[in-house]
């Protein structure tokens, strides 16, 4: 159970849903006599930021769609396929400029916390070697944890994208079932994203258990492609540098482009590719710049011939 009441708040695993840097100020917070107050002058019972810097709920989605309404980019794949590794990977490149193509330049982001959760164990640290992120743990009832970027194309064109980081867990129980109660997180992205990315890891489909690794991986392929629509979907095969089986990647191609045959492969991976001198791994700068060009489909009113230039007059009127 939630030591805060509010639905959206997961407090103290994340930071506050309303913003409060000390808990115990919060009214919501049900464990306010466990938290001793922080000795800082600076803290205050008012909300300094309408955002706390960690991953988004469904409630900060709204504040972040003031401006317009943001492009969902909704990441699926089994457990520990690679989905955070692959944000924390786009993260450190973001910093390190490399998501510059054209005139796309980095503008902002109301998440930096939370991509610093998922990123801080790919980062060097003296007397420590870098890892992978921990593993997203699943809680009965949450929405994904969403993290934010915003790019700006010109100089007055801003564009905001939010980026699900879900467990693994939810989407398998949500390919066998659509309904079932803890695949709602996955429902969720499955309903809301404007582009989706099928993780498929290949060091899992090389492993012992690849048969049930291939087995999943093919149900929810099956599932995404029951609800997917028209989106553009990505097939991305994570830990690249691992080798699998041509018959096993052949099976996994086959069944996703057979139910999907726009869908576009990347191939990536953390560890540098042929060329050393980048840095930047593998397909990792394409994959991003192919999931931030992801554009939402518009509505083609048809032309009118008249003499009224009030639109409601143009096709609101019955012949």
Request: aromatic fraction near 6%; proline fraction near 7%; charged fraction near 20%.
């Given at each position: 159970?939630?030591?805060?009441?509010?639905?959206?708040?997961?407090?103290?695993?994340?930071?506050?849903d309303l913003g409060h840097l000390n808990r115990a100020a919060c009214p919501s917070w049900k464990g306010r006599d466990e938290v001793e107050s922080i000795p800082d002058e600076g803290v205050t019972n008012e909300l300094l930021f309408p955002w706390s810097g960690s991953a988004l709920g469904l409630v900060d989605v709204g504040f972040v769609a003031g401006r317009a309404k943001p492009l969902v980019v909704g990441i699926a794949g089994p457990q520990n396929a690679g989905k955070s590794t692959l944000l924390a990977a786009w993260y450190l490149l973001i910093g390190q400029g490399h998501a510059t193509a054209g005139e796309r330049s980095f503008a902002g982001s109301y998440s930096l916390a939370g991509w610093e959760a998922v990123a801080s164990a790919l980062r060097w640290a003296p007397?420590?070697?870098?890892?992978?992120?921990?593993?997203?743990t699943s809680r009965g009832g949450r929405a994904p944890g969403l993290l934010h970027l915003a790019f700006r194309s010109t100089a007055v064109h801003k564009r905001d994208y939010l980026f699900t980081d879900a467990p693994g867990e939810w989407f398998q129980k949500w390919a066998v079932n659509r309904d079932a109660p803890d695949g709602e997180g996955a429902r969720?992205?499955?309903?809301?994203?404007?582009?989706?990315?099928?993780?498929?890891?290949?060091?899992?489909?090389?492993?012992t258990n690849m048969g049930s690794a291939r087995g999943s991986l093919q149900l929810l392929a099956q599932r995404?492609?029951?609800?997917?629509?028209?989106?553009?979907?990505?097939?991305?095969?994570?830990?690249?540098?691992?080798?699998?089986?041509?018959?096993?990647?052949?099976?996994?191609?086959?069944?996703?482009?057979?139910?999907?045959?726009?869908?576009?492969?990347?191939?990536?991976?953390?560890?540098?590719?042929?060329?050393?001198?980048?840095?930047?791994?593998?397909?990792?700068?394409?994959?991003?710049?192919?999931?931030?060009?992801?554009?939402?489909?518009?509505?083609?009113?048809?032309?009118?011939?008249?003499?009224?230039?009030?639109?409601?007059?143009?096709?609101?009127?019955?012949?």
């Open positions: 159970m939630n030591a805060c009441s509010r639905q959206t708040c997961f407090a103290p695993e994340s930071s506050c007397g420590q070697q870098p890892g992978f992120p921990p593993h997203t969720w992205i499955s309903e809301h994203a404007d582009a989706l990315l099928l993780i498929a890891d290949r060091e899992s489909l090389s492993g995404i492609a029951a609800e997917r629509g028209a989106r553009p979907l990505a097939l991305v095969w994570t830990k690249s540098d691992v080798a699998i089986s041509p018959e096993m990647e052949a099976s996994i191609r086959g069944t996703v482009l057979g139910l999907m045959p726009d869908a576009v492969e990347f191939s990536v991976s953390i560890l540098a590719g042929e060329d050393k001198t980048t840095g930047t791994g593998q397909g990792l700068i394409e994959l991003l710049d192919w999931t931030l060009s992801v554009r939402r489909g518009r509505i083609s009113l048809p032309p009118v011939r008249a003499t009224n230039s009030d639109p409601l007059f143009l096709f609101g009127a019955r012949k």
